[in-house]
């Protein structure tokens, strides 16, 4: 048993995935170097792409953004800088997150502090809502968890429509989520925290989306999709799809 998981350590490690084309505009590469950002987040770069994928998604400075369940702050420490003085940034951490670990809160807090423009919020995942009409919406390893058992049938199809509303028309939905094989029933997202790409498209576009294309710049061949994703053998190694969608207009 050990000499597998060992070895499938090493073939995730080494599994080399050849980067789309994706050229990094100067605003972006200028807010990856802001020094608000810390060392730690930093160092997650070379591993997430945050350049490549906010690219991809085509945020520019005075956009006005939400990060999705922003977690840690990871992508709102980018986007802040990056859409600068005349943009804003919505800090998404939902109430159910915050109740499920209260040191969510804190993170929003730091990640938050001494950014002006940067809004946190903290609604429900039923009830959020932003002040206007957002240029862009970032999530990021968060889709499957609206398919968990907690949420209601059809929870996250509302969440999606929710988000479209939220949308200014031409507006971007970026999603990135760990690759799950075929489950059209979403059973993946509380067994493994990952979701089937083919399903989580579907129910997107079900919401009005028009689907605008692929990077494939996480994607991992070598990862067999059927270990949880908190699994050592492949946590940071997980192969991961970045859907961009937007709203006709």
Excluded at 205 to 214: K, L, Q, S, T, W
Aim: with cysteine.
């Amino acid at each position: 048993m050990k000499p597998i998981a060992v070895s499938a350590a090493l073939l995730l490690a080494c599994a080399a995935v050849p980067a789309a084309a994706q050229s990094v505009p100067a605003p972006v590469a200028t807010a990856l170097a802001d020094t608000g950002r810390p060392p730690a987040d930093k160092e997650r770069d070379a591993a997430r792409h945050p350049g490549e994928i906010l690219a991809f998604a085509g945020v520019k400075p005075g956009d006005k953004v939400a990060d999705f369940v922003m977690g840690g702050g990871y992508w709102t420490r980018i986007l802040a800088p990056l859409v600068g003085s005349t943009g804003k940034v919505y800090a998404y951490q939902p109430a159910e997150f915050i109740k499920f670990r209260a040191a969510y809160a804190d993170e929003q807090k730091a990640a938050v502090a001494g950014r002006a423009n940067v809004v946190p919020l903290s609604d429900s995942l039923g009830s959020f809502s932003f002040a206007e009409p957002l240029d862009a919406i970032v999530t990021v390893q968060n889709w499957h968890d609206l398919h968990l058992k907690a949420a209601p049938a059809g929870f996250a199809g509302t969440v999606a429509k929710k988000l479209y509303d939220s949308l200014k028309p031409g507006g971007v939905l970026l999603v990135v989520d760990h690759v799950a094989n075929a489950d059209p029933g979403f059973a993946a997202p509380d067994s493994l925290h990952r979701i089937d790409p083919a399903a989580a498209r579907a129910e997107i576009e079900a919401a009005g989306f028009r689907f605008d294309g692929e990077l494939p710049l996480l994607r991992n061949a070598a990862d067999p999709h059927t270990a949880k994703v908190f699994d050592p053998a492949i946590r940071g190694k997980t192969d991961q799809f970045v859907y961009r969608f937007r709203k006709p207009g």
